[in-house]
């Protein structure tokens, strides 16, 4: 395992990790022969019902305060890597949510919105896949078992530094279904923008280097259709953020060991 970078024109070269702990771009060319989470994440926060969209589909009050949620880091997925549906806690209700995420670089705590921007690492496509059945009627009355199943947090495929993205509230995020368009939207319509999310989540909380923060999914998520659209073995799923990334997981059903054997 190792860093890379892309250039302009999609060339990658070695970033060596030195024994410091530091980071040192090369002109080496390397040849990637598959692609990981950028890196590995200390810890997962994710904001629920962001968009003013989303909101109104899902019937709901627009909120007062960020809705705050977590992921376990042990949720996430590699790029072009299958997201697994559930059959052990079985689940037919798996619903995607392409999302904006965003890497903090520094420790921050008690960070006001002006200056939020200045601890973000870079910015990442992300999917906060969820069970909606385990999430709503079968979680005890919270998100982290629907939310929290491994491979449902797909992140990728690249990270995009901050210095790449001057202004998150000036983003397209969509995402797709096979061939069909699901979601799009501007992050413009976030109720709460990224500093306002950096700021309250440092209120108080230390969020340290390597913290994921997935900011809200856009309206179009499947459970909110007619006919609702879950997703299914052989879905592929892409989500695609201007200037940020294009991230593509296939989908699969989970084998466990008991049907292991009887196969």
């Not at 990658?12 to 890196?39: S, V, Y």
């Not at 695609?240 to 989908?251: A, H, K, M, Q, R």
Request: aromatic residues 10%; charged residues 25%.
């Amino acid at each position: 395992m190792g860093f890379g970078r892309f250039d302009q024109e999609g060339n990658t070269f070695l970033i060596l990790q030195k024994g410091d702990g530091d980071f040192e771009a090369t002109d080496e060319r390397i040849t990637p022969f598959q692609f990981l989470t950028p890196i590995d994440f200390r810890c997962i926060y994710a904001i629920g019902l962001n968009y003013r969209a989303h909101a109104r589909e899902t019937g709901l009050e627009i909120p007062k305060y960020p809705m705050v949620f977590m992921k376990a880091p042990t949720a996430t997925q590699n790029p072009g890597d299958p997201i697994v549906l559930p059959r052990y806690l079985r689940s037919d209700k798996v619903d995607f949510e392409g999302e904006l995420g965003l890497v903090i670089g520094r420790p921050c705590k008690n960070v006001e919105p002006e200056e939020a921007l200045s601890y973000v690492l870079g910015y990442v496509c992300a999917n906060d896949v969820s069970a909606r059945d385990w999430q709503k009627e079968k979680g005890g009355g919270q998100f982290c078992r629907g939310k929290t199943f491994d491979t449902f947090c797909p992140v990728g495929p690249c990270l995009t530094t901050a210095d790449e993205i001057p202004d998150p509230s000036n983003l397209t995020v969509r995402s797709f279904v096979n061939d069909q368009k699901m979601q799009e939207s501007g992050t413009d319509d976030m109720i709460f923008d990224v500093p306002t999310l950096i700021s309250f989540l440092s209120g108080s909380t230390t969020l340290l280097p390597g913290t994921l923060i997935l900011t809200g999914t856009p309206s179009g998520v499947g459970e909110a259709r007619d006919p609702q659209r879950y997703l299914v073995p052989g879905d592929e799923v892409t989500v695609e953020i201007d200037g940020v990334g294009i991230l593509s997981n296939p989908v699969v059903e989970e084998v466990f060991k008991e049907e292991e054997e009887k196969a």
